[in-house]
């Protein structure tokens, strides 16, 4: 059971996002769970069925998909106050292809697939909430496909701090370049060319 306090940042976003009662907030909340994980530490891998759902109270998550001659690519950074999961795989209760990873020591709320199925069967607007959730990360996927093949490295560059607040602080610079699809010394160069101006 998820304590009042651990689930305080849930409770607000929940609020904020769809007209929601005091008991209904309680029961849900009760079956979710909160949980820290160190830096590093994996929260979902590969080949398994994802059957939950987190949302980040601190710290921030990575997502990274393994291409088939072992390469990782950073496909996404999850912020505080978010949603993280393999939506699709969740939905499809089809083995993940991507791994979720801790950056730095990370609390998140635990939502599994119960809490979730509790929550449109019970809530008055738990369909909306699924909804809200699902399109959020629709058309950051969606923007993600335009910004890798219709902008420059560079316009990548220059948006990603607008996409992910503070990220430069809060992200080793190799990820960071493996987010805009590019070499850590390709970075460099943009960042070095950028500072030249100023």
Request: charged share 25%; aromatic share 10%.
């Amino acid at each position: 059971m998820a304590t009042t306090h651990g689930t305080e940042a849930l409770r607000h976003t929940m609020r904020q996002m769809i007209a929601v009662t005091e008991e209904e907030l309680e029961t849900f909340l009760a079956k979710c769970s909160v949980k820290t994980f160190k830096r590093l530490s994996v929260l979902s891998r590969p080949d398994y069925v994802p059957n939950e759902i987190f949302f980040i109270n601190r710290g921030i998550i990575r997502v990274i998909v393994t291409d088939n001659s072992g390469t990782e690519h950073t496909i996404h950074f999850a912020l505080e106050h978010q949603f993280i999961a393999d939506y699709s795989s969740f939905m499809l209760r089809q083995p993940s292809l991507y791994t979720l990873q801790a950056i730095a020591e990370t609390e998140v709320t635990v939502i599994p697939r119960a809490a979730i199925d509790w929550g449109y069967e019970n809530m008055r607007q738990g369909d909306k909430l699924g909804r809200l959730v699902a399109e959020f990360y629709f058309i950051y996927q969606d923007n993600r496909v335009k910004n890798l093949y219709a902008r420059s490295p560079k316009e990548r560059y220059d948006s990603i701090a607008e996409v992910f607040p503070n990220i430069h602080n809060r992200v080793p610079q190799h990820m960071i370049a493996s987010y805009l699809g590019i070499t850590p010394v390709h970075l460099s160069r943009l960042k070095k060319g950028i500072a030249n101006k100023l």
